[in-house]
């Protein structure tokens, strides 16, 4: 659950902004009343909103990407000759 859309804020928001979204949020009624408050409630908690400010930093969108035909991260890779120079001889 990411506090920030349920509020609709960014991470630069003070205790006013955060609370005033969460009085919008009830209002709009568009998530539960509890997930609301635990929303409010986790950024709030400097512990937690410092959390929820590093779990939100991190891109994620790069590891939902459909896999490849091959079955390995990299697409299909060919033409490509042998290095020879590391054999023994």
Known sequence: MNPYKIL????????KAIIQAAT??????????????IAQKELLDSVSK???DFLQFIDLSQLKRPV?????????ISGLKRLSIFDEE
């Open 8 to 15: 609709d804020i960014d991470r630069s928001a003070d205790k």
């Open 24 to 37: 919008l949020a009830l209002r709009e009624r568009t998530f539960s009343a509890k997930e609301v408050a």
């Open 50 to 52: 410092a959390a929820h």
């Open 68 to 76: 490849p035909p091959n079955g390995c991260g990299t697409p299909e």
